[in-house]
């Protein structure tokens, strides 16, 4: 495969995967020094501008923690919708079974009834509780051995219920739980987002103008992606379809296909190719084998940050795709812009 050397961020910090390059270039072309001048006076302490640009990066890189936190509770919450459907569906059948049994014994017991052949004590057949039926059971002489197991099918089928009666209860509850943490998850995501807006629209436009076109420098052509070739047919249609999204916008918890946050676009992807991962960049890490950042080959994952909240796919040649942050589209970047990379194979 392509060699893997470490090449200049290209909008993006070394600390952060939503953050920018620091914009060393565009700084040196808007105040630029003569040859000729005097020797620099001691270097001042950092002018507001760079710290704003510093909090925006800051800011891009905790909201997308947020968003794969966000992604992960949504996630669950999808996976307890179809837990409480299963679950009330098999409430559902299960008291049609009881009401099929409470009647079946009904018609046996007033048979028995009619012709005389039962002790009156037989009304406990229509209790709401076999137990207290089956305690009594003992002493009615006239109950079959046959009436007895229908009972007692009666009450296992009773006591199922109940379990899943419970078994739905604390799925709802923790289904609500996942909803709440969803909508928090949202809220700061939100306000961070806007924060960031609201600091970058402060800069004076020369600055802000510079910004994004750091976050934009080099991307307009193809990157040499050398002659590494994907590890399989899936790998290879995931790679496709990932090209296909170039320059799509990031959207903050979106999968595809108009837009994407990162996890987003690796998932879509690879369901391009038929193949179902994890939502989250934290799953997508163990979707796969783990492989060494020097065998890695076109369509692998690749995570950054010990908590995997950010992650591209490898398209060759030390290059990935991925979706950057809010206001930058999905584009190509070295594979080095954030250390620590792992790489997996699905």
Request: aromatic share 6%.
């Amino acid at each position: 495969m392509g060699s893997h050397r470490r090449q200049a961020p290209s909008g993006f910090d070394r600390g952060a995967c939503v953050a920018v390059s620091v914009l060393s270039a565009a700084a040196a072309a808007l105040g630029a020094v003569p040859a000729t001048a005097a020797p620099a006076a001691p270097s001042a302490p950092a002018a507001p501008s760079d710290d704003t640009r510093a909090e925006v990066n800051r800011l891009y890189t905790a909201a997308e923690k947020a968003t794969e936190a966000y992604n992960k509770a949504d996630e669950r919450a999808d996976e307890l919708r179809g837990q409480v459907r299963r679950t009330q569906d098999g409430i559902a059948r299960q008291q049609e079974r009881i009401n099929d049994m409470r009647e079946s014994l009904g018609s046996l017991a007033g048979a028995q009834y009619r012709s005389g052949g039962i002790d009156p004590s037989v009304a406990l057949l229509f209790s709401e509780d076999p137990d207290d039926y089956l305690d009594k059971a003992a002493v009615l002489d006239r109950i079959s051995a046959h009436q007895v197991g229908r009972l007692e099918d009666l009450q296992g089928a009773m006591r199922d219920l109940a379990q899943e009666r419970a078994e739905a209860a604390g799925k709802l509850a923790e289904l609500e739980q996942s909803r709440k943490a969803v909508a928090a998850h949202k809220r700061t995501v939100e306000k961070k987002l806007a924060k960031a807006r609201r600091l970058l629209n402060s800069l004076p436009d020369a600055e802000r103008d510079a910004y994004g076109r750091a976050s934009r420098s080099g991307r307009a052509g193809l990157p040499d992606f050398g002659s590494a070739v994907p590890a399989s047919g899936r790998a290879a249609a995931a790679v496709a379809a990932a090209r296909s999204a170039l320059g799509r916008p990031y959207i903050w918890g979106a999968n595809g296909p108009s837009g994407f946050d990162c996890s987003g676009l690796t998932q879509w992807s690879y369901a391009q190719a038929g193949v179902a991962i994890p939502r989250t960049s934290q799953g997508q890490r163990y979707a796969g084998r783990q492989v060494p950042l020097s065998q890695a080959q076109p369509g692998d994952l690749v995570t950054y940050r010990s908590d995997a909240s950010h992650v591209g796919m490898y398209m060759g040649n030390g290059q990935v795709i991925h979706a950057p942050y809010p206001g930058a589209p999905v584009r190509y970047d070295p594979v080095g812009m954030i250390p620590g990379a792992t790489v997996t194979r699905v």
